[in-house]
């Protein structure tokens, strides 16, 4: 992972509180266009910084909460690809959920499963039970 200088980090912080207020107001375009800008003070390759991954998904949760799935999906996608995300239960969580919501019930399974391994149930307490229902449906989780 590379690492960034504190007056980077600062002003990413500082634009990101920018974004996620204008999100909290429901002003999904200029929310996505802050978390953009903070995006472009990563240098590239910007997958190998660390704020790369939250970043991204902060814009995946913008489509996600606007029920753009499709784009969302992409978002959340190309967040796991980020450092050290690989394994990021959120990300695999909201990639879950967007196959779920999209149709595609045997990519949502495969990504609750992964994010019910590393988590558990924990990861879906704060989401609609529809989620943790289906993963009940398909495999046996021991309460």
Known sequence: MKELSDVILDRIDAICEEADL????EKSEE???????ALTLLPE???????????????GDV??????YDLALA??????????????PYLLLRIGQCHFEL?????AEDA???????????IFEEEEPKYLEFLKSKMEISE
């Open 22 to 25: 204008l999100f909290e107001d």
């Open 31 to 37: 929310a996505i266009a802050k978390y953009n800008e």
């Open 45 to 59: 390759p910007i997958e190998e910084y660390e704020p790369s991954a939250w970043l991204i998904s902060s814009i």
């Open 63 to 68: 489509h996600f909460f606007d029920e753009k």
């Open 75 to 88: 978002q959340f996608e190309h967040a796991i690809g980020c450092v050290d995300s690989e394994e990021n």
């Open 103 to 107: 149709g595609d019930m045997e990519e």
């Open 112 to 122: 609750f499963h992964e994010a019910y391994l590393i988590e558990g149930e924990e």
